[in-house]
């Protein structure tokens, strides 16, 4: 199997989560519901403001830890066994936070959608859920490491 094989078969993998997600989040027109939270004067209270910026900031930390454990072994130098992550001093620490930044930064998206914007509640799981998909399906076409095999 060639290398532009493999790339191709990852990137079509990939495709199954970008272009539903990005259907769902242009259809239902997600990204700009969320942003008219932070452009609204008036109308809008204080508690969606920080619903939102907290939304976004749980966002920005799930991308960055997400991009720190794809260069982590050009930084570090060291090869990640993802099969084994709990045995790995930093992924044993990194993988619980992203993981709780990704559950918790998609339940706050639904949350300020659905309480601060036309969405409703319904679409906002369904507007999340496909930004969700969108950026996730983008990061992974971020070729990865690969992982350290153990004898």
Known sequence: MTSSTSLSRHTLRQLKFIIPGALLTFWLDTHNAFWSIFSRDAEISSYALTSAFLALSLGAVTVSLFMYVLLMPIVQGIRPDFRHWR???????????????????????????????????????VGASGLYALVFGMMGLIPAPRSYQRT
């Open 87 to 125: 045995q790995s001093g930093i992924l044993s620490s990194v993988i619980p936070i992203l993981t709780a930044s990704i559950v918790c930064g998609w339940i706050l998206t639904v949350y300020t959608l659905g309480r601060w914007s036309e969405l409703g509640f319904l679409k906002g799981i």
